[in-house]
């Protein structure tokens, strides 16, 4: 970039001018339809700009986050950003039996939940790649680099047991780099991160990051509820007959309280 550095993101789109025949500089940033990034009290880290559809690639092994999960949610709907959870590694089966039973709860809501093994056949993943800028988020060692390899070969991402054979970290994948797919669709392989920040989402904002709270906004006795433990809370209520599922209001209170320290 001219000037300061730093400022993009992977998937913006920028006007550039080439001052040799290889090389350019930045000349602006267009405005994004769309900012992913994780935060905590410190920094700011943007994990891409410009994506349509979130893929939150777990698997069985080694175990997956829930609470990450709620956290990419979170951010995925604050963005508008469509939901994909890919249940990656399902040619372990019986572990991944357990998982598609914990990720049940999340497919009641709404989200697609696809189970693959990446190292076996990607190929039902690829219709729900179609005219999406996709990114692949979550931890390590789920297999994002190596599905990412499976749907794109020339793209030669560093695996585990690449970074195994050459002795190197736990993090193979350091930075995020795009793949165009065809004409209208890329994906983004994004590094691993245990910890999704949220301390830029608004305490007011929160709650629409949980789909299934909307239909109660508006009905608590308090206009200002926050949905802990104030009397006469619609979301609570909801909870309570069962409409709700409990961990996800466990899991809207734990950020909730997070977020104010
Ligand atoms: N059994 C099984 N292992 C997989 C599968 N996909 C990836 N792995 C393994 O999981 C480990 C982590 O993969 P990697 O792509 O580096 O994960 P990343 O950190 O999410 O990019 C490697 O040892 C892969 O071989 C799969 O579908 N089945
Ligand atoms: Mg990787
Ligand atoms: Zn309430």
């Known amino acids: 970039m001219r000037g300061k550095k730093g400022g993009v993101a992977c998937g913006d789109r920028v006007e550039y001018q080439l001052t040799t025949a290889e090389q350019g500089v930045i000349e602006k940033i267009q405005p994004r339809t769309s900012l992913l990034y994780r935060s905590d009290a410190f920094k700011e880290k943007i994990i891409a700009a ?35 959870i890919v249940l990656n590694k399902a040619d372990l089966i019986e572990p991944t039996r357990v998982a598609l039973d914990t990720l049940s709860l999340y497919e009641s809501l709404g989200y697609r939940i696809l189970p693959l093994s990446a190292l076996q056949d990607v190929s039902v993943l690829r219709p729900h790649l179609q005219d999406h800028l996709s990114v692949l988020a979550g931890q390590s060692g789920m297999g994002k680099s190596t599905l990412l390899n ?35 669709s890329a994906i983004i392989d994004s590094p ?39 009397p006469g809370c619609a979301v609570l209520n909801a909870v309570e007959q069962g409409k709700i599922h409990f961990k996800r209001l466990a899991f809207y209170q734990k950020l909730l309280r997070q977020n104010e320290f």
Not at 59 to 76: G, M, T, Y
Not at 198 to 225: D, R
Request: with cysteine; aromatic share 10%; glycine share 4%.
């Open 192 to 230: 691993g991160f245990q910890e999704f920040g949220l301390s830029h989402i608004k305490e007011e904002n929160l709650a629409w990051g949980f789909l299934e709270f909307h239909p109660y906004f508006g009905q608590c006795k308090f206009s200002n509820c926050r949905h802990l433990k104030e």
């Open 50 to 84: 410009n994506v349509t559809q979130i893929i939150i690639v777990v698997a069985a092994i080694p175990s997956f986050s829930e609470e990450l999960i709620n956290r990419c949610l979170v951010a995925a709907e604050s963005e508008n950003i469509d939901v994909l």
């Open 150 to 184: 499976a749907l794109i070969p020339q793209a030669n991402r560093a695996t585990a047991e690449i970074s195994a054979a050459l002795d190197s970290g736990t993090h193979t994948t350091t930075h995020s780099q795009l793949y165009h797919l065809d004409e209208n």
